[in-house]
């Protein structure tokens, strides 16, 4: 009777596992694809923000409905290659003039503070540029040893995957990333 009953209505264990394991992957492909993907930080551009080795989560979400904001951390594939993917922070955004100028950040000719740098950082000069419409300027906070917008220019906006919010490695390091 309970043979007969099984096979007339209900799955197996096997076919339950299975079916789970199926639904499983599809959800976390498709949360990969659209939603969050995670990131490994493999170089030391964004120090003191994310180290080298930190792994973050990205929200490819984050600009469906708005653009990119000045003080954003983005990843994007890098426009020279774009089978590479860079992280940097945006600092200017399009009809913005950004301007390096002993040791600060100038935005439309105004001062503009950079909490995320140590005290004491130092770089060169750059500027002024204008950034174009649907484009961004994007920095390395560690702009002594960073690859980004003062050497390859502007990033255009269909580079862009997505908005870094959270470092989950390493565990005495995780937080929402600003």
């Given amino acids: 009777m309970l043979g007969r009953a ?37 170089s030391g551009s964004m120090i003191p923000t994310l180290l080298q080795g930190d792994r973050i989560l990205v929200a490819k979400f984050a600009y469906w409905f708005k653009d990119p904001q000045r003080g954003d951390i983005i990843v994007f594939h890098y426009p020279l290659n774009p089978r590479k993917d860079y992280i940097k922070r945006v600092i200017g955004v399009g009809g ?37 419409p649907g484009c961004y300027f994007v920095l390395g906070d560690n702009r002594m040893n960073s690859e980004d917008s003062r050497v390859w220019g ?25």
């Fill in 96 to 132: 913005d003039v950004v301007e390096l100028r002993d040791n600060h950040l100038y935005i439309n000719g105004h001062l503009t503070p950079e909490p995320y740098l140590p005290p004491g950082t130092v770089f060169p000069d750059y500027g002024p540029v204008k950034v174009p």
């Fill in 154 to 178: 502007m990033l255009e906006r269909r580079y862009i995957i997505g908005k870094a919010i959270f470092r989950y490695w390493p565990l005495d390091r995780i937080g929402v990333l600003n």
């Fill in 6 to 42: 099984l096979a007339e209505g209900q799955k197996s264990y096997w076919q339950e596992i299975i079916e789970s394991l199926v639904i499983a992957v599809i959800l976390a492909v498709v949360i990969r694809a659209f939603i969050l993907q995670p990131f490994y930080i493999p």
